[in-house]
C-alpha cells in the first residue's frame, strides 16, 4: 500500500489479478461471476480505504455489491418519474421517489463513513491509501463516494468480456497468440508489457464500448445556460436541467463505429496492428477514476487470457435441463449463466 496514495497501484491490481485467477483455477471456473465482482471491488476498495477483500465473502463487500446495484437502477431515466419529467420534483413532502432517494442515500452515507473511519483512523489508519489522501483536504475526509463506482465500471466489463469470449470466440486465439509471443510460458503477463499488447488493449476498449457499464450515463445538472450544436441544429440548455449522456447510444453510433453491435476488438487497430489514437471511452467525461479502472480490467483480462480457454459450458441449465442459450441481451448480464473457463495445457489440472 506504499505507493498508492501516489497513484502506483500496478502492484496491487497485478496481486489481485493473480488472486483472480487462482480462485478460477481452484474451482475450475464455477461462480466466475462472483470471482469477477471480488477481484473489481477488492481492487478498489484496498487502493480506497486499505479494505482488501480475498474471499468475496466480506460484509462491507456484500453491502457495497448491494449499493452498486441500487445506484445503477436509480441511474436509468425509467427508474422513477422524476428522471423523466424532472419538474415534479418541485412537488412538496415525501414523494415516493424522493423517500426511495433518501433510502439510499442513507445506507449509502452509513457504508461511507464505516469505510472511510477504517482508513482514517481504523485499523487502516497507517496504510497510504487515497481516503488518507482525503483527509488533508479543506473539508474532512473529503466525499469520495464515486471510487465506488469503480468498481460497478470494471466488475460490469469483465462480466461483458467473458460474455464477448462465449459469443465472438474467433480474436480469442489471436489475443493468445500476441500474449505468447511476449509474455511466454515462464511468466504472467505484467504491466511491463502492456505498451507491447495492443490487441490486448483494443479488448479492454472493445468491453467498455461494446456493452456499457451504464448504458444511460450518470444523470448530471447543467450549471449554467448552454447552447449545443448538434449536425447543424442549436439546442439550448437552461441552467439546472438534468442531462443524460446516453453511453449506449454514443458508442454504438453507426457513424464511429462499423457493425457496432459486434465484438470486434480489430476495429482499434490500424492497418499497421497499432492502436488507434483517436479514441476514448464515453466514461472518460463522467468518471475521473478511468484510468484506475481500466487498468484494472487490462491486467484481469491479460491474466486470464493467458492462462484459460474461455468457451461455452457443455452443462445443461439446471432449471430447463437445456443447454444454457447464450446472447448480448440485458438478461446476459443477470448471472444465471455459467460460462465454462477450461485452463489450458500449461496449467493442465
Known amino acids: 500500500m506504499a505507493a498508492v496514495r501516489a497513484g502506483k497501484t500496478e502492484p496491487l491490481q497485478q496481486f ?42 466480506e460484509p462491507d463487500l456484500k453491502e457495497i455489491v448491494a449499493c452498486l446495484a441500487e445506484v445503477v437502477g436509480l441511474c436509468t431515466p425509467s ?18 421517489w424522493r423517500k426511495r432517494a433518501q433510502t439510499y442515500r442513507k445506507r449509502e452515507d452509513g457504508l461511507y463513513d464505516r ?18 489522501a482525503f483527509a488533508r483536504e479543506d473539508k474532512p475526509e473529503g466525499d469520495q463516494r464515486r471510487l465506488m463506482v469503480q468498481f460497478a465500471e470494471t466488475a460490469i466489463s469483465m462480466h461483458t468480456f467473458i460474455l464477448a469470449c462465449i459469443l465472438y470466440p474467433e480474436w480469442i486465439p489471436r489475443a493468445q497468440r500476441e500474449i505468447d509471443a ?23 476498449r472493445e468491453s467498455l464500448r461494446w456493452r456499457p457499464a451504464l448504458r444511460f450515463g450518470i444523470p448530471h445538472q447543467s450549471t449554467a445556460d448552454d447552447v449545443v450544436e448538434y449536425k447543424g441544429t442549436e439546442y439550448f440548455i437552461p441552467k439546472g436541467s438534468i442531462i443524460f449522456a446516453v453511453t449506449w447510444a454514443i458508442e454504438h453510433d453507426q457513424g464511429r463505429f462499423e457493425n457496432p453491435d459486434l465484438f470486434q476488438p480489430e476495429r482499434f487497430l490500424d492497418d499497421t496492428n497499432n492502436l488507434k489514437a483517436d479514441y476514448e471511452t464515453t466514461d472518460i467525461t463522467v468518471c475521473a477514476g478511468i484510468p484506475f479502472a481500466e487498468c484494472s480490467l487490462w491486467i484481469s483480462i491479460a491474466m486470464m487470457l493467458w492462462t484459460f480457454n474461455i468457451r461455452r459450458s457443455d452443462e445443461p441449465d439446471p432449471k430447463t435441463g437445456s443447454p444454457f442459450k447464450y446472447d448480448d441481451s440485458d438478461l ?17 489440472i
Open 115 to 132: 469505510l472511510i473511519t477504517r482508513a482514517v483512523s481504523g485499523e487502516a489508519s497507517g496504510m497510504n491509501t487515497w481516503a488518507a
Open 182 to 204: 511476449i509474455v511466454g510460458e515462464d511468466r504472467l503477463p505484467s504491466f511491463k508489457d502492456r505498451p507491447h499488447l495492443p490487441f490486448v488493449e483494443a479488448i479492454v
Open 16 to 57: 489481485e489479478a493473480l488472486l483472480n485467477v487462482t480462485h478460477l483455477l481452484d474451482g475450475r471456473g464455477k461462480n466466475w461471476f462472483q470471482h469477477m465482482d471480488r477481484v473489481s471491488a477488492s481492487m478498489v476498495l484496498s487502493a480506497a480505504f486499505g479494505l482488501h477483500c480475498p474471499t468475496g465473502q
Open 79 to 96: 427508474a422513477t418519474i422524476s428522471n423523466v419529467l424532472p419538474f415534479l420534483d418541485i412537488i412538496p413532502g415525501p414523494t415516493p
Open 332 to 348: 446476459a448480464f443477470s448471472g444465471e449463466a455459467r460460462h465454462g473457463i477450461v485452463p489450458l495445457h500449461k496449467w493442465a
